[in-house]
């Protein structure tokens, strides 16, 4: 009726032959690509930004706050452009 516990395990392990043969096969061609293409092996590092917080901190120091009450107290107009300035 059914497969024998024997035939089942043998049937297994030619997967996992099958398995490795392909896995081997998938890992000499990205070894080739990166050969070509001169990719390096290594993780790729991110590079370390500061975070916007940390550029922003000086916003909040105690001799900014006259800047920033005048600052906010100008028409839009005004503002925009000074925005668009300092950008």
Do not use: C
């Amino acid at each position: 009726m059914g497969l024998r516990r024997s035939e089942i395990d043998a049937r297994l392990a030619e997967f996992a032959a099958v398995d490795a043969q392909i896995t081997d096969h998938a890992k000499a061609n990205a070894a080739r690509y990166r050969a070509e293409h001169g990719i390096s092996d290594e993780p790729y590092a991110f590079p370390t930004y500061r975070s916007a917080e940390e550029k922003k901190v000086w916003v909040h120091k105690w001799w900014v706050r006259p800047f920033r009450f005048f600052y906010r107290h100008l028409p839009v107009g005004i503002r925009s452009r000074i925005k668009r300035v300092a950008t």
